[in-house]
């Protein structure tokens, strides 16, 4: 009697121990997610309190509730978010756009974001109204951003030769126009268009290569974390009062001044109209011309 009592005592407290374990008291079945977080406000950016906010954090709140995910966000610089991904040390990028050299290690969503685009800004006073102003200037970029590959690119092609000086983030991007150290700074849209007035900047009109980010993956890991994302995207994006656009209009509202985020087709049909245009006068002249030779 006494050796089934002991061994009920015994069973009683392994059961309590187990139980009382932090591994047993929370729920079996959570996912943790860790995701790569950077400064791009207001989409995701780290807060003076310390923590991960914005538009994205939001969302992915939102399905890590439904899906029981645990999101563990892991703070650096962009480039360093892209080593983490090829070092299988996150599991999801946000913010990412489409390259080559990208999809080699890195597995995207077939739903995007947002569309966006790149700008270059400069003080008030500046005199750069073109691209070819920049010539010999000194042009800020983020390390490793697609925005500041593609205008080097460009540049390239009008035989434009600007210094380029790398930054870590957009916000101190804008930061070294404003001090000096830059003379005009390339950025995406969403951080030009929020924070160009916090910094007393202007842009300089020099708009271009309009493009789609996406949610993103380590190549072939957590293929079902990007299906999932996709299908929240893609149901979201058809309700106006979807989490998604909910988010969205919340973080706008909280920038100096609201974000208008235009379709891509619209920069497409803008560059028609302007090639339609330009052709239309080019005809006029020549006939012109040719009606002036005639009258000779």
Known sequence: MRNSQFFHLCKTTVLFLMLSHPSFCSNSTTKIVRVGAFNYSPAIFKDNDGKIKGFYTEILAEIAKKEGWSIEYIFGTWDEGLKNAQQNKV?????????????????????????????????????????????????????GDVNGKNFITLSTKLQVSPEFIEFSDFENVLEGVKKGIADAGVVNSIVGTGFARRFGLKSTGIVFDPFDIFFAVPKGK????????DEYLENWKTQQDSPYYVSRKHWDHLLDRQIVLLPRWTFFTIIALLTVIAVAICLVL?????????QK
């Open 91 to 143: 599991d999801l990028l946000t913010s990412v756009a489409f390259t080559p050299e990208r999809s080699e290690f890195l597995d995207y969503g077939k739903i995007p974001l947002l569309t966006v685009w790149s700008e270059v800004y400069a003080i008030p006073s500046s005199e750069i109204n073109g691209i070819l102003d920049l010539n010999d200037k000194k042009v800020g970029i983020v390390k």
């Open 222 to 229: 957590n293929i079902a974390i990007i299906r999932t994302l």
């Open 286 to 294: 020549f006939f012109r011309r040719k009606i002036v030779i005639t």
